[in-house]
């Protein structure tokens, strides 16, 4: 359940063979992080919690990020501050889906359906720009399909559950927020720090204002009372590892290696979730699942590889 950032254009200069693996070390840490992340929310999220606990985990984080980025927060024009406040109000969107979805579904099943945004999003941008993908990356495409199709029928073939189809709007949500955040020009000239606050701040409002109406269950209050030293592990998890180490490690390495090394890297993310849920979470896939898991880590990385060709 990783937190979008916006990539810096700053092209780092080449490293040695052992300082570049030295850079990509804090970045592979980012994806198994991220990987983890599915069962950690799965484990202190219930259906009555989802809205409570969105609100602190990024309310644990949010005032670090703006103390972090106090100065350049200020040079925010007016116009940067509204695109990164819309594109705030759809990373809340996110949020909510890869929560709700994950409460509902697997851990395992969720990090790998959320890995579909590397194959939607290129054939988003193609339908935008009105170009044909090319036939290696529509190849790639229907693997990745069919190894969703798989992977949510390990128990015998049925209706895909509601935490599946959650997770694939969450991946739909994911694309139109990659999209929006590239034709919103106002944004693409924003710092890094200051652009991701503005977004978290947005989607804190946004969970701040549901939390609020009845009918969207407990409180944060409510929730942080009745948490435990497991609950309280899981969150701070989520919090500092999930969202603030990730996001400083991804500024840090993107400016000592390159956009696309880091791109791949964390593009391992399916990988270590579906390890976390069997390894950790005992969770079940069967030869079924297990071809669709094998289908879509396939698809994807030759989704990555024919999209960037």
């Known amino acids: 359940m990783e937190t979008p950032v916006t990539s810096t254009a700053l092209a780092a200069p080449a490293l040695a063979p ?28 219930a259906t009555h919690t989802v809205v409570a606990v969105l609100v602190l985990r990024f309310a644990l984080v949010l005032p670090v990020l703006v103390v972090a980025g106090w100065r350049r927060l200020r040079g925010l024009s007016p116009a940067q501050l509204r695109g990164a406040g819309l594109l705030g109000l759809v990373l809340g969107g996110i949020f909510l889906l890869e929560t709700y979805g994950v409460v509902h579904t697997s851990a395992t099943n969720a990090g790998l359906i959320i890995s579909l945004t590397m194959i ?37 073939f049925s209706a895909p559950s509601t935490g599946d189809l959650l997770i694939l709007g969450a991946a739909l949500a994911r694309t139109a927020h990659v999209l ?56 701070a998890f989520l919090s500092v590892f999930c969202t603030l180490f990730a996001f400083f490690v991804q500024m840090w390495a993107v400016r000592r290696t ?52």
């Open 180 to 235: 929006l955040m590239a034709r919103i020009k106002a944004v693409q000239d924003a710092d890094s720090l200051s652009l991701t606050t503005v977004q978290l701040g947005g989607a804190v409002l946004v969970f701040a204002v549901l939390a609020a109406l009845p009918g969207t269950g407990d409180s944060p209050w409510a929730a942080a009372t009745a948490f435990g030293p497991a609950e309280w592990a899981g969150l």
């Open 258 to 309: 390159s956009p696309s090394r880091v791109s791949l890297l964390l593009g391992t993310e399916p990988l270590w979730a579906a390890a976390a849920g069997i390894a950790i979470g005992g969770e079940h896939l069967g030869p079924a699942g297990f071809a669709g898991a094998a289908l879509v880590l396939a698809g994807t990385a030759w989704g990555r590889r024919a999209a960037t060709a």
């Open 120 to 156: 939607f999003t290129p054939l988003a941008e193609a339908a935008v720009r009105r170009t044909a993908p090319s036939p290696a990356f529509l190849g790639a495409a229907a693997v990745s399909v069919a190894g969703v199709v798989l992977l949510t029928q390990g128990a015998g």
């Open 18 to 45: 052992r300082r570049a693996w030295l850079a990509d070390l804090p970045v592979l840490a980012v994806a198994v992080v991220w990987g983890g992340s599915y069962l950690a929310a799965k484990g202190i999220t």
